[in-house]
């Protein structure tokens, strides 16, 4: 079988080196003049990253205004697609559409950059979850966690964790629960915010009741169900 990368053969005819020269010039020329073009929407994005998680209202705003009309290579419609998704999370609006979003998974599964995949996979399987599709929702979440490991990105980690705690929660698998519910407490303690780790503790305070451990339950919240 021929390599993948062998050299062309030198009897080709001129008219089709010709062609083949002019074809990927072009195809050269197109990608330069598109990163060119989406010069100005990924410089407004990047500061909506930059602030995403301190001022998620503002970030959401930023998003939302650049005009799809000014988005021209794939990798500036994917990185819009994802940010558009993560402000709007961030910002308790649930998405009603995924057919995007699984657009987006599929291009980040081709690039090198774990980030942006691992943000991808966690928000498909937070939308799938929030829509009561579990078994969609189980395995992105897996793989989102097994790129946040490697990423050492530990509040993504966390959140994970607290949507898989709350999956098993509604599968009344109460053991996986509890198991996901220590994770995520574990996990946030590093960051020590006030608002995320009272929401573990009421949460892993759900597990181990819902576990039959209440002597365990170190916190004291008053649980609505």
Not at 50 to 60: E, G, Q, R, V
Not at 105 to 117: A, I, L
Not at 206 to 218: E, F, I, M, V
Request: hydrophobic residues 40%; contains cysteine.
């Amino acid at each position: 079988l021929p390599q993948r990368n062998c050299p062309l053969p030198n009897n080709l005819p001129s008219t089709t080196m010709k062609a083949l020269f002019y074809a990927i010039t072009a195809a050269i020329l197109l990608t330069l003049c598109a990163c060119r073009r989406d010069a100005a929407a990924l410089e407004r994005m990047a500061h909506a990253e930059a602030i995403m998680h301190t001022h998620p209202d503002s970030a959401l705003a930023i998003v939302s205004a650049i005009p799809d009309s000014t988005l021209h290579s794939p990798s500036a419609r994917a990185l819009h697609a994802l940010l558009l998704t993560q402000a709007r999370d961030k910002n308790y609006i649930n998405l009603t559409d995924d057919t995007l979003l699984i657009k987006v998974v599929k291009y980040y599964d081709q690039t090198s950059d774990k980030h942006h995949r691992m943000l991808a996979h966690f928000y498909l399987g937070r939308n799938n979850y929030y829509k009561g599709r579990y078994t969609e929702a189980t395995p992105e979440l897996h793989a989102a966690e097994q790129y946040a490991k490697e990423l050492n990105d530990t509040f993504i980690l966390s959140q994970i964790y607290g949507d898989l705690g709350g999956i098993y929660g509604q599968l009344f698998s109460a053991r996986m629960e509890l198991k996901y519910a220590m994770l995520e407490y574990e996990t946030l303690k590093e960051w020590n915010h006030p608002d995320y780790l009272a929401w573990a503790q009421c949460e892993l305070s759900r597990a181990y009741l819902n576990c039959l451990q209440p002597h365990k339950n170190r916190f004291h919240f008053r649980l609505n169900y």
